[in-house]
């Protein structure tokens, strides 16, 4: 089940070549992937869901984030968001990760992180945990 965000997200827990298919149906031009390869032993490799986006004109991204975000998976979440010439999928285990990573990398662009934590919320994800982060990275973006 892919969660709607905002127009420009969605997010989803661990997906496969199978849901690739409903993605590019739905319109989605883009796949992030927020999930370490062997983070689990039922998960897919991300080298067999890369092939299976790009077998079905998707483009792919791996972005793996375990125990926090650093500055350059900030950065990497934002031009992945920014150039993709449509919506993106962003997956993880839970979606917690990859919703996480957009709040952080929409407020390193300016995005207010008050609107940031509503949209999130909407969708299911409580990220206040994240408030001074976003605000710090907001008020540096302006």
């Not at 032993?41 to 890369?50: C, L, R, W």
Request: hydrophobic fraction near 45%; glycine fraction near 12%; include cysteine.
């Amino acid at each position: 089940m892919f969660i709607r965000i905002n127009d420009s997200l969605s997010v989803a827990g661990q997906i496969g070549p199978a849901e690739i298919a409903e993605a590019k149906a739905q319109g989605f031009t883009r796949i992030v992937n927020n999930r370490p390869d062997g983070e689990a032993p039922d998960q897919p490799a991300g080298d067999v869901i890369a092939q299976a986006a790009a077998d079905a004109g998707l483009d792919y991204v791996a972005i793996p984030a375990a125990g926090g975000f650093s500055v350059p998976q900030v950065e990497a979440m934002a031009a992945a968001l920014a150039d993709a010439g449509g919506p993106v999928l962003a997956f993880c285990r839970s979606g917690t990760r990859s919703t996480n990573l957009w709040a952080l990398a929409s407020a390193m662009q300016g995005g207010d992180p008050d609107a940031l934590i509503e949209q999130a919320g909407a969708a299911g994800y409580d990220i206040s945990g994240l408030t001074p982060a976003l605000r710090q990275l907001s008020a540096a973006a302006r």
